[in-house]
C-alpha cells in the first residue's frame, strides 16, 4: 500500500470523526437548550454507571444486581430519550448520527487490522490518482477481443494479427503476473487503432487492484507539465506531486510518445525519466505510433539504447480495429 496514499486516507478519515464529534456537540446544544431533562439524561447515560460501580466497590450491591440495574436504567433512559426526541421532531439518532462504516467506526481499524472500507478508500485513490479515465478503466483483459484483428496471414509478418495479438496478449498477462519478479518494460509500438493503450489500461486496471501504484498520461502531458514546472510557470502543489509520482509510481504508462511538441528539454526529461526510473527498478509502458526506425530518427541515440536494451519491444500491425468496433456497438 503506498504509504502517501495511506496517509491521505487515515486524514481524511479523522478529519471524519472529527466532523461527526463536532455535529453531535452542536446538536446537543441545541437539543438540550429545548430539554433540560434531555441533558440530564445524556449526562447519565455519559457516566457509564459510575455510581453503582462505587456502591458495587463498597459492597452495597452484588456485581450481578449492578450489572442487571444499570443494563435496566439504562434501557428506561434511552426509551425516555427517544421519547423526548421524537416529541420534539427529531429522529431517534439525532445524537448519535450514523458512522459511515459501522463495522469500525469510521476509525478504519478492526482488531488491529485495517477494515475493508478503508482499504476500498485506499484502492479508490489509487484509481483517481492514476488518471485512467472511466473509460479506460472498463478496459480489461477480460473484455479483450482478439476476433477483433483478421486471421489473414499477414505476407510482411508471416503471422496473422489475430495469432499475433494472442502471443501479445500472453506477454501482457504474464507482465502483471511476473510485476513483482522480473524488471523489464514494454514498449507498444506501431500505428494507431490497434489496441495499444487498450492493453495497456488492462494491465493497469490488473496492477491497481492488486494495490500498485500507475500513472498514466500522454507524452504530451507528462512533458508540458515538468517543462511548466522547470520554468516555473506552474509551482502549484498539484504540479508538484505530479512530477515527483512521474518517478515514483510502480508502473508509469507515456502513452503516444512522439505525438508531443519536441523540445531538447523534453528529449533531455524523457531520458531523465526512463533512465532514473530504470535505475530504480520501477517499471514503464511507452506507446507510440512511430516506427522503430523512426524512434531512433527522433530521439537521441542514448533514449533509443535505452529503450532497445531495457523495454521488450512489442509491435503492433494489421487494421484498424477501431472501425470494427464501432460497427459492433451499433
Ligand atoms: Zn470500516
Known amino acids: 500500500m503506498n504509504s502517501d496514499i495511506k496517509a491521505l486516507v487515515e486524514t481524511r478519515f479523522l478529519t471524519r470523526r472529527t466532523a461527526r464529534e463536532q455535529l453531535i456537540e452542536e446538536r446537543k446544544k441545541e437539543v438540550f437548550q429545548k430539554s433540560p431533562r ?114 489473414e496471414v499477414s505476407d510482411e509478418e508471416g503471422i496473422s494479427p489475430r495469432e499475433h495479438m494472442r502471443t501479445v496478449l500472453a506477454r501482457c498477462v504474464s507482465f502483471v503476473a511476473d510485476f513483482d519478479k522480473v524488471n523489464t518494460n514494454l514498449l507498444f509500438y506501431g500505428p494507431s487503432g490497434l489496441g495499444k493503450t487498450y492493453l495497456s489500461s488492462c494491465i493497469a486496471n490488473e496492477l491497481l487492484e492488486g494495490n500498485k501504484t500507475v500513472l498514466y498520461h500522454t507524452a504530451s502531458v507528462i512533458f508540458s507539465a515538468l517543462e511548466e514546472m522547470r520554468f516555473g510557470r506552474d509551482q502549484s ?57 523512426d524512434l531512433e530518427k527522433k530521439y537521441s541515440e542514448r533514449i533509443v539504447s535505452r529503450i532497445m536494451g531495457s523495454f521488450d519491444l512489442i509491435k503492433f500491425f494489421g487494421e484498424d480495429i477501431r472501425v470494427k468496433k464501432a460497427l459492433e456497438g451499433r
Do not use: W
Not at 70 to 78: A, D, G, V
Not at 264 to 269: G, L, R, T
Open 237 to 293: 502543489e498539484e504540479a508538484q506531486i505530479l512530477a515527483r509520482r512521474i518517478f515514483d509510481v510502480d508502473l508509469l504508462i507515456i502513452d503516444d510518445l512522439g505525438t508531443e511538441f519536441m523540445t531538447q528539454f523534453s528529449v533531455a526529461e524523457l531520458f531523465r525519466i526512463i533512465n532514473t526510473r530504470l535505475l530504480n527498478g520501477k517499471k514503464m509502458i511507452i506507446s507510440t505510433n512511430l516506427s522503430l526506425e
Open 38 to 151: 434531555l441533558k440530564e439524561i445524556e449526562t447519565e447515560l455519559d457516566s457509564n454507571g459510575y455510581s453503582v460501580m462505587l456502591e458495587i466497590m463498597d459492597g452495597k450491591i452484588s456485581p450481578e444486581d449492578g450489572a442487571k440495574f444499570l443494563r435496566e436504567r439504562h434501557k428506561k433512559l434511552n426509551e425516555e430519550k427517544k421519547e423526548i426526541l421524537s416529541v420534539l421532531g427529531y429522529s431517534e439518532d439525532y445524537l448519535n448520527p450514523p458512522y459511515n462504516c459501522d463495522k469500525c467506526n469510521d476509525t478504519g481499524y478492526v482488531n488491529g487490522e485495517l477494515c475493508t472500507c478503508f482499504k476500498n478508500e485506499v484502492i479508490k485513490e489509487t484509481y483517481k490518482e492514476s488518471n485512467l479515465t472511466k473509460q479506460l478503466q472498463n478496459q480489461t483483459f477480460l473484455n479483450f477481443k482478439l476476433d477483433y484483428y483478421s486471421d
